[in-house]
């Protein structure tokens, strides 16, 4: 594989005690991680020493299955950096993907701002998914109490709900449900001890390693979210409210600031006209856009293009090389805390005139 080629990135997260230590430990003994390099915060949180073979820097440890692991002191770049001149240079070996171990309080989105915004960075890498871990036992309470495990359910596409084996079946499904009514578009999973197929967890961008072909439906999954108003002539709004039952209704007030919902546009559109939509969304109310993805049908394109967006920032959009099936509509998928979804939906039709279709 080429040096220069465009590597995935997979954030992986999770709030504190929420066992993403443990799942971390047994990924990096799975033999398909071998062509995995992984940025963690502190080795002294994984076991490691067994599977070491060498030390190829200060930072950089290579283990017995190839899989290498680095040492990150906040500087993301320039980890980034080093692996990509080492990988050129045959320093260490081959990788075809990275894994981003971040601390149980982080905010993804300064991460995937550095994906996208830093131009040494975004040339070699890009964001494929984000995987959240949550504890069984105390997920409820983590994310009554803290934005942070709320925000981090609310942007993820694989949540691994762990240490079910501690809490009863009927904890866990709640837990589930309400994960599900959070963030309908992820795929939630269940490990006990961090036992777990990496598959499932890492393959989740449009482009997966190995493989030409964009699985949109998998990174997209609009089809997950429902509607919930009238539809306006050329635009279909959906939305995934969270409908709290008797025994959750304490836990819906810092749920109800998130929304999730997806916007089905059936015309091809003018690509600037949405694009200026978006940018005055960004730029209007990033704060409170925790994610945008999407796949548009452009007026005058034979194929599509993939949008992605975290807060302020518009990711370059990927000219995908042919539809993923015969549904050729355009499929916005919109994440937003504190938000209402009229804002969204009152700024794409001030552009829809101008943007559906191509006369004029």
């Known amino acids: 594989m080429p040096a220069s080629i465009i590597t995935p990135v997979t954030l992986l997260t999770g709030f504190l005690g929420s066992g993403k230590t443990t799942l971390l430990n047994r990924l990096l003994k799975h033999p398909s991680m071998s062509e995995t390099a992984v940025l963690i915060n502190e080795f002294g949180a994984v076991s490691i020493d067994h599977l070491l073979v060498r030390e190829a820097s200060e930072n950089m440890i290579i283990m017995a299955n190839g899989c290498i692991c680095c040492s990150v002191a906040g500087d993301m770049v320039t980890a980034l950096r080093d692996l990509y001149f080492k990988r050129a240079n045959g320093e260490v070996p081959m990788f075809k993907r990275v894994v981003i171990e971040t601390t149980g309080l982080a905010d993804p989105a300064p991460i995937m701002h550095t994906l996208i915004e830093m131009p040494l960075v975004a040339a070699r890498y890009s964001l494929s998914g984000i995987v959240v871990s949550v504890d069984a036992a105390h997920g409820m309470k983590q994310l009554d109490e803290y934005a942070e495990a709320l925000k981090q359910a609310a942007v993820a596409d694989r949540i691994v709900i762990t240490k079910t084996d501690l809490v009863a079946p009927q ?32 393959n989740t961008g449009l482009y997966q390693p190995g493989s030409k072909t964009p699985d949109v439906q998998k990174w997209l999954r609009a089809e997950a979210y429902r509607p919930v108003s009238p539809l306006p002539a050329n635009a279909n709004f959906l939305s995934q409210h969270h409908v709290p039952n008797k025994a959750q209704q304490n ?32 730029s209007l109310r990033g704060e409170q856009i925790l994610r945008i993805k999407g796949i548009v049908n452009v007026a005058g394109d034979d194929t599509p293009r993939a949008i992605h967006a975290v807060q302020h920032t518009i990711y370059p959009a990927a000219r995908l090389p042919a539809w993923p099936d015969s549904d050729h509509r355009t499929r916005i998928v919109f994440i937003t805390r504190d938000l209402d979804e009229s804002f969204i939906r009152d700024t794409l039709k001030s552009f829809m005139d101008d943007a559906a279709g191509v006369a004029g």
């Open 171 to 202: 904890i866990t499904g709640e837990l589930r449900a309400r994960i599900t009514a959070l963030n309908p578009g992820a795929i939630v999973l269940e490990a006990v001890s961090g036992d777990i197929d990496p598959a499932v967890l890492f």
């Open 251 to 282: 836990q819906t007030r810092h749920d109800q600031r998130i929304n999730a919902f997806a916007v089905i546009i059936d015309s091809p559109l003018k690509w600037q006209s949405l694009v200026d939509a978006l940018e005055t969304i960004t």
